[in-house]
């Protein structure tokens, strides 16, 4: 598992309790929610910040963060029984009312309270545990979500930590080798099912997501996936032909993954874990040991660790005998490992400084060299009988314990070229306390609702338009991968204010611990919302993904945790919220902070690292590139600096109970007069497709509204407001308005005389999460409320006020100006983004519309053209809302009435939609094929290349409609059934052959289509059979109004190769004409992309994405029949439709554009020179084929 805190089911790493206020937050941690995004250019969605609530679908544990987005608080259903983790636990009856205190004697008040509070949390209910006679352990969890579907995980306790100084990254080599060398897992390929692997510190997993029964049959694959998996595991053929071929994808992995995040994470675990082999033992492994090793020196790693006894099998899914899938079990995994084998042992070493995982070396705190010291004979001669580990991971640690250490580590600095800000973090480890008994999760609550506050300490702090930080972060999180509980605070801001930022800091730190929570605070926006929350979370019981529960199961098994479903862990909160006391909540925070708050204080706990990451130059205006130092008794002086400060008691803050009063409604409607008018030109005032039911209205004031009842997502809901023109719609005077207004609009949070402080707060008490965000083509508004206790009037409330009275700050539009000049100016410090960067503005004439704008052109934006370009596109005529929910048609018909229908009528749809024409460069050679040198300490390297595509209609740049031509040719009867069965004659099967080419998605289909069949080609060809990279792919962006498109095939590769690289995906995609798409290769791509379709449309968002643009003015082409008819169009499409398609791509060399980026101590010639001297060793050069981190964790096998 990626190092995700089980009690807290959050994010990986450090997440779980989290406060902070992030102003200009990086783009990693803001809500996207348009599909339709450049691959090769990277986004930055923009979320409306302090509304932010961000829904989780595993809802089980306290899970929280608040500042940019506010997490919901979720009780806890993680797992498992007595001191081994997978041992089968015995729990007593679940308790599911809070025992009564209201006793007449105190002392026996008193010890019927202390009794509940030892009182075991109750197990889930449908988790099945077993055991078999060779050891394996299995757990079933029936799951109906996604139907008639299953995943089967097998768990292998063994990862980096187990691995000997001379095996670094043999684990993950045995991953690799066992996994893409099955041959039973190949034979799985065509049944729709889908696998993959992945190998951490402490344990390496096969995964397999399947269909229960092949099409069209009755039959039982459980059986077969499960063969699969034992081979995978157990009886991995160690092929030196297959050994090769993954030594030179995982090299090329190694150095795909070598980003600045990647080296930051990595020093993060080196300083917190120095005292450990976590410290030592990156998955990923050593380049040069990667190298040396043979088949036999991997299949002795084989022998000692992947046995059955050493492995746990999770089955997760549609299941519906246990019984019988016991008996499936026991029959494929029940003789392996049956024989009594014995094993060398690994020999205790000491590990010595932390040798180099990357190579070349990192810069700071890795040492020269390896240690290949050897046990002597006689240690390998000692034979022992395999088991499994007590404890996992096997490692010690140094508690942050008061007492304990007596001296302080100053500070690490990590300094590097490629860093753009400065970010500091600071450390405090203790043991996980596993969450078995109510009295354990009454102090997870605490803890939650103490930590909560200090996002609003931060946040009142801050209203001036040059913040000290970029943002403040204060997590809290039980780690199953590293085997322990990190509170980490991180302070981020730019380089020329870090001193500030860290006083921040600590001051507000220090201030909540002096200060506590108040008892208006403790009952408004903690206990109540969490039980809200945990409400909401408990009726959604039944719409949790397996993947989810499986995930968050095997977590829970790897920290300890007992397991509870969702209306368990509410019924466990409901019990012990009202014994929560304002004293002890404050007590138990203030211990968790002393590590900041008391810093330096013999008796306050020593913090297990502080590591600051720095860049080695900073911007300073005026003056240019300058060197960036600090030292770490300067950050010492700081932190203590800031310890001294004067702090007062934080005010109140009104929170209000709705943003429009009735009084306020009832006088908007009276003025306003809303009403539904006719949708179409039939005069129909309400359309209903029964098939879909889907609903199509249109208010009076000229908005369209789409609304679907669901019950899908048991009382919850979403909205979106999508309006037409995006960043499309910029003009050359003003470069970057729309994007900085929209980010401005997310930063000010203000509606009308409400604070943001307010309106966060207004959205945390009603559940909701909002986020806003600009695309190419759109600008969209996205809600997610809760249907209990008017969560969602409140958010058609929020959706008002945002379009009635939003609120321009300048202090706002200085902060997003400035998140954006930060943004441009880390690009050349960005492998990926600098090649993108240089090929989008190669591709489309230097348009920057689709790249981050320039600082000359953002110098140029003023507050009230950001605002103008906004507004302008906010206009009634050119918006449309769909919502999705477990709601009545009454209650939401209400709501669009009340809340849309009031908005004042606005008209300027050609305004908002008019654009200059977007132009591929054409017959540059000078342009097409551009590279990018960065200057770097290791060599990394990738590659872009694209070209020109119709859009999702089959429209493109130069005016043309493909559809034309398809309709003229085709013939076919309008009113022919979909629906065709296996003996329908050949005549039906003609006209359904021609409704799809009369469709008008058969570009979006046969284009989908023919990505799939691509994709699997690259895998193929450019990574497994030439070994040239570890990650390639090809990508469509179709734009909706637009009326252009482009394709996209990014790849990772070394220096040495990825001119080779390059010259294959080329091939691969000219290779179309010439290598025939097999009928099979269709099936293949037709199934993934049904069972995409089948596995999403239980989701709300999924289809919050179906029904956008129905009544869309900009996108006329799109109607009901594109969501009825999507299935069959798939299921129509032949291998000469895909070549219809196929056609339609510009990849002859005059259209074809590229981008190479290299990293490296060598720029220009020399890596030119470096190039050709690989080739020549590697001996592909006359190939060219025909046809913290949670960085840490390798990635996938495929």
């Known amino acids: 598992m990626q190092g995700s805190s089980v009690l807290f089911n959050t994010k990986p790493l450090l997440a779980p309790i989290y406060a902070g206020n992030g102003y200009g937050k990086d783009n990693r941690n803001f809500t996207s929610n348009t599909s339709q995004l450049n691959r090769a250019q990277l986004k930055q969605p923009v979320t409306w910040r302090h509304m932010s609530r961000r829904r989780c679908s595993r809802a089980y544990l306290v899970n929280s963060k608040v500042g940019l987005h506010v997490r919901q608080l979720h009780v806890s259903c993680a797992a498992v029984g007595p001191n081994e983790p997978h041992a089968a636990s015995t729990c007593p009856n679940g308790v599911t009312e809070k025992q009564s205190l209201d006793r007449l004697d105190p002392e026996v008040e008193r010890r019927e309270y202390e009794q509940f509070l030892r009182l075991e949390l109750p197990s889930h209910l449908k988790l099945h545990r077993g055991q078999l006679k060779n050891g394996l ?45 099955s041959k039973k897992r190949e034979k799985l390929l065509g049944t729709g099912a889908r696998s993959n692997a992945y190998t951490d510190f402490h344990h390496t997993v096969f995964h397999i997501h399947s269909p229960t029964s092949p099409k069209d049959s009755e039959g039982d694959l459980m059986p077969g996936v499960l063969d699969a998996l034992k081979e995978i595991a157990f009886h991995p053929k160690f092929l030196a032909s297959r050994v090769e071929k993954e030594r030179r994808a995982i090299l090329s992995e190694l150095q795909m993954m070598n980003t600045i995040e990647y080296r930051v994470d990595c020093q993060l675990l080196q300083y917190l874990h120095s005292e450990n082999k976590l410290s030592k033992r990156f998955p990923i492994g050593l380049e040069e040991q990667i190298k040396k090793w043979d088949a036999e020196k991997i299949r002795k790693f084989h022998e000692r660790w992947y046995f059955p006894g050493n492995a746990t099998l999770y089955i997760v899914g549609d299941i519906g005998d246990i019984s019988k899938t016991v ?89 590097h070229e490629l860093l753009q800000n400065f970010s500091i973090n600071m450390f405090c480890k203790i043991p996980v306390s596993k969450a078995r008994t109510y009295g354990d999760l009454r102090n997870v609550l605490m803890k939650r609702i103490f930590l909560s506050a200090l996002h609003f300490r931060i946040n009142t702090q801050y209203k001036s338009s040059n913040p000290p930080f970029t943002s403040v972060e204060l997590d809290h999180s039980d780690s199953g991968r590293e085997g322990c509980t990190v509170t980490t605070l991180t302070v981020t801001a730019e380089p020329q204010n870090w001193q500030n930022a860290i006083k921040v800091a600590v001051q507000e730190v220090r201030r909540l611990k002096e200060f506590g929570v108040t008892n208006g605070k403790l009952a408004r926006y903690s206990l109540d919302a969490l039980l809200k929350d945990s409400e909401q979370l408990a009726a959604m019981i039944d719409n949790v993904s397996s993947v989810d529960n499986l995930d968050f199961t095997m977590e829970s098994d790897a920290l300890g945790h007992t397991v509870m479903d969702q209306r368990q862990g509410h019924e466990s909160l409901v019990a012990i919220a009202g014994t929560v006391t304002l004293d002890e909540v404050n007590s138990i925070g203030a211990k968790m902070l002393e590590f900041i708050s008391d810093f330096g204080k013999p008796y306050a706990p020593l913090p297990a690292a502080i590591v600051a990451c720095v860049p080695k130059k900073v911007h300073i205006d005026g003056c240019g590139e300058t060197e960036f130092k600090l030292t770490p008794e300067e950050i010492v002086a700081v932190i203590e600096a800031g310890l001294k400060e004067p702090i007062e008691a934080e005010p109140e803050l009104e929170i209000p109970k709705e943003l429009i009063s009735a009084e306020q409604l009832q006088e908007l409607r009276f003025l306003q007069q809303p009403s539904f008018i006719p949708v179409d030109q039939e005069k129909v005032s309400k359309i209903y497709d029964e098939e879909t039911g889907i609903v199509q209205r249109r208010l009076s004031n000229g908005i369209p509204v789409n609304y679907k009842v669901s019950k899908n997502e048991a009382n919850s809901g979403v909205m979106r407001l999508i309006v037409g023109g995006g960043r499309a719609a910029e003009n050359s005077e003003a470069k970057g308005a729309v994007i900085v207004g929209v980010r401005t609009l997310s930063e000010g949070g203000r509606v009308g005389n409400f604070s943001r402080e307010q309106v966060e707060l207004f959205c945390v008490n009603h559940l909701i999460n909002c986020s806003l965000e600009s695309t190419e083509e759109f600008i969209c508004m996205e809600f997610r409320f809760t249907l209990r206790d008017g969560g969602m009037r409140a958010a058609f409330q929020l959706l008002h006020m945002v379009l009635e009275h939003n609120v321009w700050l300048d202090d706002a539009f200085d902060r997003a100006k400035q998140l954006y000049l930060s943004y441009y100016r880390s690009i050349p410090k960005s492998l990926e983004r600098s090649t993108a960067h240089k090929l989008m503005l190669s591709m489309l004439n230097g348009d920057e519309r689709f790249v981050e704008p320039t600082p000359n052109s953002l110098q140029l934006l003023t507050l009230a053209k950001v605002k103008d370009a906004v507004m302008n596109q906010f206009v009634c005529d050119n918006m449309e809302v769909s919502i999705v929910g477990d709601f009545s048609e009454e209650d939401i018909e209400s709501c669009i009435l009340e809340y849309l229908g009031t908005v004042k009528e606005t008209k300027g749809l050609e305004r908002a939609q008019h654009y200059h024409p977007i132009i591929f460069r054409q017959h540059a050679s000078d342009w097409q094929h551009q590279q990018v040198f960065l200057e770097d300490t290791d060599e990394r390297a990738c590659a872009y290349i694209a070209g020109p595509a119709p859009d999702r209609w089959g429209l493109t740049f130069d005016g043309k409609n493909l559809r034309d031509s398809l309709c003229n040719s085709a013939t076919f009867d309008e009113h022919v059934n979909f629906d065709l069965q296996s003996g329908e004659s050949e005549n039906a099967k003609k006209g359904v052959q021609g409704k799809l080419r009369g469709h008008q998605l058969f570009f979006a289909v046969t284009l989908g289509l023919l990505a799939e069949v691509i994709n699997s080609r690259l895998f193929t060809t450019v990574r497994d059979s030439l070994g040239l990279t570890y990650d390639v792919s090809f990508e469509l962006n179709l734009f909706d109004w637009l009326k252009l498109g482009w394709y996209v095939i990014s790849v990772t590769s070394t220096p040495g190769k990825v001119h080779k690289a390059v010259d294959a995906c080329k091939s691969v995609l000219r290779g179309l004409h010439s290598n025939q798409i097999a009928p099979r290769e269709l099936d293949r791509a037709r199934r993934t992309l049904l069972m995409r379709h089948e596995a999403e449309i239980k989701s709300n968002a999924y289809w919050l994405g179906l029904m956008a643009h129905l009544q869309s003015t900009s996108v006329p082409m799109k109607d009901i029949s594109c969501i009825k008819d999507l299935t ?13 398609a196929y056609q339609q791509l510009k990849i002859d060399e005059n259209s074809l554009y590229s981008c190479i980026g290299i990293s490296g101590s060598q720029v220009g010639e020399d890596v030119t020179d470096s190039i050709v001297e690989e080739e020549l060793v590697e001996g592909l050069h006359n190939i060219i084929p025909v046809g913290r981190g949670s960085s840490t964790v390798t990635r996938p096998t495929t």
């Open 137 to 181: 352990r299995y757990l079933i969890l029936p799951n109906k979500v996604p139907p008639n579907r299953f995943e089967a995980h097998v768990e292998v306790h063994v990862g980096s930590i187990d691995e000997e100084d001379d095996e670094q990254g043999i684990a993950h080599m045995i991953e690799h080798v066992a996994f893409l060398g």
């Open 327 to 415: 008996d499936h079990i026991e029959a494929v995994f029940g003789q392996t490992g049956t024989e009594s084998e014995v094993v060398a042992p690994p020999t205790p070493t000491a590990f010595g400084a932390m040798a180099s995982f990357l190579v070349p070396k990192l810069p700071i705190g890795l040492a020269s060299g390896l240690s290949h010291e050897r046990s002597s004979p006689i240690e390998q001669s000692k034979i022992f009988k395999k088991e499994r580990h007590a404890v996992r991971p096997p490692v010690q640690h140094n508690w942050s314990t008061p007492g304990i250490h007596t001296d302080a580590k100053l500070p690490h600095i990590f300094q």
């Open 1128 to 1140: 069959s169009l798939y299921e129509a499409a032949t291998v000469e439709d895909v070549y219809v």
